[in-house]
T-cell receptor
Framework: EVLLVESGGGLVQPGGSLRLSCAAS????????MSWVRQAPGGGLEWVAD????????SYVDSVKGRFTISRDNAKNSLYLQVNSLRADDTAVYYC??????????????????WGQGTMITVSS | QSALTQPASVSGSPGQSITISCTGT?????????VSWYQQHPGKAPRLIIY???ERPSGVGDRFSGSQSGNTASLTIAGLQAEDEAAYYC??????????FGTGTDVTVL
């Protein structure tokens, strides 16, 4: 069974930092691109970032470029999101997500087939 | 990277069909056949229900179907059921391994 478990969220002051983690199990983690998607309270979904299987390929939504860094440790089956210079509009549930099975060992994501339960970041003074 | 445009809400009676539109640009929806749709119940993680415009993952009923014409994609739910009441989001590849979601549509079963 594919399982994604996020952690690391919390209450942080504006300008602060956090490191989110996503522990993956039940599949060959190193074979897939992985992504972070967030959802503000009462709001819609927003793709945040993704990373290639070897960690060399990374993409970010414009609003987080220069502040967030996605990374992964394939030996630990873990995905990370370092979030710095946090702003109020970064308040959201952060989900890690995996693409469909057919994207294994390819450069595709196409869609987000498996999701974790999310971890909440609240940015407030 | 502006959000794709969806109607805020759509409603229908049990058994009816409804269609949700998702409008983007030639840089996302119209440029690729990589639109996906997600169903999200309150307090739950999103669930993939359509990928690659009109493909259904295993376990998703054939009441859900997708289509695309130019810069607009659509999700149709046939034979509306009470459990279909949820928020629905489209998503499109935007090039360069970037993705953009729609604004979301709340479906109400009357």
């Amino acid at each position: 069974e594919v399982l994604l478990v996020e952690s690391g969220g919390g209450l942080v002051q504006p300008g602060g930092s956090l490191r989110l983690s996503c522990a993956a199990s039940g599949f060959s983690f190193s074979s897939y691109w992985m992504s972070w998607v967030r959802q503000a309270p009462g709001g819609g979904l927003e793709w945040v970032a993704d990373i290639s299987q070897d960690g060399r390929g990374k993409s970010y939504v414009d609003s987080v470029k220069g502040r967030f860094t996605i990374s992964r440790d394939n030996a630990k089956n873990s995905l990370y999101l370092q979030v710095n210079s946090l702003r109020a509009d970064d308040t959201a549930v952060y989900y890690c997500a995996r693409p469909p099975e057919y994207c294994r060992d390819t450069g595709c994501i196409d869609s987000f087939d498996f999701w974790g339960q999310g971890t909440m970041i609240t940015v407030s003074s | 990277q502006s959000a794709l445009t969806q109607p805020a809400s759509v409603s229908g009676s049990p058994g009816q069909s409804i269609t949700i539109s998702c409008t983007g640009t030639s840089s996302n929806v119209g440029g690729y056949n990589l639109v996906s749709w997600y169903q999200q119940h309150p307090g739950k993680a999103p669930r993939l229900i359509i990928y690659k415009v009109n493909e259904r993952p295993s376990g998703v009923g054939d009441r859900f179907s997708g289509s695309q014409s130019g810069n607009t994609a659509s999700l149709t739910i046939a034979g509306l059921q009470a459990e279909d009441e949820a928020a629905y989001y489209c998503c499109s590849y935007g090039g360069g391994w970037t993705y953009v979601f729609g604004t979301g549509t709340d479906v109400t079963v009357l």
